[in-house]
């Protein structure tokens, strides 16, 4: 009897021991599943609250970017800041989290665009940190990852750093525009520390607020509405590529197919004008037209944001480069200063400076933007991460080299001003390298002169198409030596038909 009972005792309690294993479970699930809409409605709540508050704190941003008067003080865009943050420490689980970091982070680097302060920039570096500390799969995180480089490459100057989170980002993600921006910062950074290359001029930590010019207004058609003055050209060819070309670069093509030709002014904006009434617009559209032309006949896509005189707008100049999704921009300019005897060309891409010299100029040129100068440095501020500044770098030399060459073949003296860079607004935007050519000195009345004969003009386009191919072809000799062929036969071309 008493091994029996221990048997049914033993029974028993396996028997409830089996019981509690499945039924528990159902129960909990149960009540998990009576619960679910509770806590779907929280979680719906939560990610409504989140989101709310993410429209608030990006109305005040936007609020602020309109306000030149509210941007000259750091509170305000500190008070902006916190709403961000506010959002990533409330609501850590929502997808706005990262979005909000990510905007801490942008701020952190207008803030310091700003006021100059380093301890802004560290700030910043810590939100776009969180952002793929915290949330690897966000959306954002390779766009803060990317943002992170290029503090570490164009505001502090560590090329090291940002070459090993350019790596990251290649390695984490495989499509997309910000692995292909990530190579391409890649090959440009690499290609610098091997010494491949001409040394471009120096654009780490170029601070500044001093760009000081009069606010003017303007309105007048834009390039949309006169889409009959754009002239179209031909259809793509790759450019010539290279043997010793690393794999970044062969993932990379430099292929130059596509080019906007902006001859600078015209219309009712007559630019500079010199001793005898000769006008910039003038002078420019000429090489411009020609140019094109010339170009074409090589067999690139060519458009002219304008090709006859006509006044365009600044702000729709690098906007319809970028419509037409050009691979280089080149503004045609002519130069002015009251030192009637300085003559010479110089080449400008867009970044800080403090030289009082490329200001002026600037602000010269800029005179016809509805920009005031806090609007300018304000989007300057947001631009000068994802614009083009290495590469744009790079094109100017070889284009500046390039028409001084050309010069003293044709036996032209003039003085080589070098590569410069100032906040020209018609550059600001362009997606791709961009350079303003100051191509002489109308102010000079024998460099006026030259300006206007077709045999200086054409010395000034040798110059330009041969920097062109130089920079397509990393400055290797088939480039340089295609375009040279090219340049003779046309030359003897141009003599024969004279």
Same mark, same amino acid.
């Given at each position: 009897m008493i091994g029996n009972k221990s048997i049914l005792q033993g029974t028993l309690i396996t028997t409830m021991n089996i019981y509690r294993a499945r039924i528990i479970p159902v129960i909990f699930t149960i009540g998990m599943l009576l619960l679910l809409p509770d806590m779907q409605k929280a979680v719906f709540a939560a990610t409504s609250e989140a989101k709310e508050k993410y429209r608030e704190a990006n109305a005040a941003y936007i609020k602020l970017s309109r306000d030149a008067s509210l941007r000259k003080d750091e509170t305000n865009w500190l008070k902006v800041v916190q709403k961000f943050n506010d959002i990533a420490t409330e609501y850590p689980e929502s997808s706005f989290a990262p979005k909000a970091l990510y905007m801490e982070g942008k701020l952190y680097e207008q803030i310091y665009g700003y006021f100059s302060k380093k301890h802004d920039l560290k700030s910043a570096l810590e939100a776009y940190e969180t952002v793929? &500390?915290?949330?690897?799969?966000?959306?954002?995180?390779?766009?803060?990852? *990317? &943002? #992170?480089?290029?503090?570490?490459?164009?505001?502090?100057?560590? %090329?090291?750093?940002?070459?090993?989170?350019?790596?990251?980002?290649?390695?984490?993600?495989?499509?997309?525009? /910000?692995?292909?921006?990530?190579? =391409?910062?890649?090959?440009?950074? =690499?290609?610098? !520390?091997?010494?491949?290359?001409?040394?471009?001029?120096?654009?780490?930590?170029?601070?500044?607020?001093?760009? %000081?010019?009069?606010?003017?207004?303007?309105?007048? $058609?834009?390039?949309?509405?006169? #889409?009959?003055?754009?002239? %179209?050209? !031909?259809?793509?060819?790759?450019?010539?590529? +290279?043997?010793?070309?690393?794999?970044?670069?062969? &993932?990379?093509? &430099?292929?130059?197919?596509?080019?906007?030709?902006?001859?600078?002014?015209?219309?009712?904006?007559?630019?500079?004008?010199?001793?005898?009434? =000769? %006008?910039? $617009?003038? /002078?420019?559209?000429?090489?411009?037209?020609?140019?094109?032309?010339?170009?074409?006949? #090589?067999? *690139? =896509?060519? *458009?002219? +944001?304008?090709?006859?005189?006509? *006044?365009?707008?600044?702000?729709?100049?690098?906007?319809f480069a970028n419509k037409k999704k050009a691979d280089l921009f080149i503004s045609i300019h002519v130069n002015s200063n009251p030192n009637k005897s300085l003559d010479g060309v110089e080449t400008y891409f867009l970044n800080m400076t403090k030289d009082a010299y490329a200001i002026q100029v600037a602000a010269t040129e800029n005179e016809t933007t509805t920009k005031s100068l806090s609007d300018l440095q304000f989007i300057i501020n947001d631009l000068m991460l994802n614009s083009k500044i290495n590469e744009s770098s790079k094109f100017a030399t070889y284009v500046q080299n390039s028409i001084i060459s050309s010069h003293k073949k044709s036996d032209h003296t003039c003085q080589n001003h070098g590569v410069k860079q100032a906040l020209f607004y018609v550059l600001v935007g362009a997606q791709m390298p961009a350079i303003l050519i100051e191509t002489g000195f109308i102010t000079n009345p024998t460099e006026s002169k030259l300006l206007q004969k077709e045999t200086y003009q054409n010395s000034i386009i040798d110059g330009i198409i041969h920097g062109i191919h130089a920079y397509a072809n990393n400055g290797t000799g088939s480039g340089v030596n295609a375009v040279r062929s090219n340049h003779s036969s046309m030359k003897k071309k141009r003599s024969a038909n004279e």
């Open positions: 793929n &500390r915290k949330y690897p799969d966000s959306t954002i995180a390779a766009d803060a990852l *990317f &943002r #992170e480089a290029k503090v570490y490459e164009v505001r502090l100057g560590e %090329k090291n750093k940002a070459i090993e989170l350019y790596h990251e980002i290649v390695k984490k993600y495989a499509t997309g525009d /910000i692995p292909l921006k990530a190579r =391409e910062a890649l090959n440009s950074l =690499e290609k610098n !520390k091997r010494g491949c290359e001409e040394k471009a001029p120096n654009v780490d930590n170029q601070e500044g607020n001093d760009l %000081k010019h009069k606010e003017t207004k303007q309105s007048d $058609k834009t390039l949309d509405q006169n #889409e009959d003055a754009i002239t %179209k050209g !031909k259809d793509d060819i790759p450019s010539q590529g +290279t043997s010793d070309q690393s794999s970044a670069t062969k &993932r990379i093509s &430099r292929k130059i197919s596509k080019i906007v030709i902006d001859p600078g002014h015209g219309g009712r904006d007559p630019g500079a004008v010199g001793p005898h009434g =000769e %006008k910039e $617009k003038d /002078i420019t559209l000429a090489i411009g037209i020609t140019l094109a032309k010339r170009l074409r006949a #090589e067999g *690139f =896509e060519v *458009f002219l +944001t304008r090709d006859e005189d006509i *006044f365009i707008p600044l702000e729709e100049r690098t906007s």
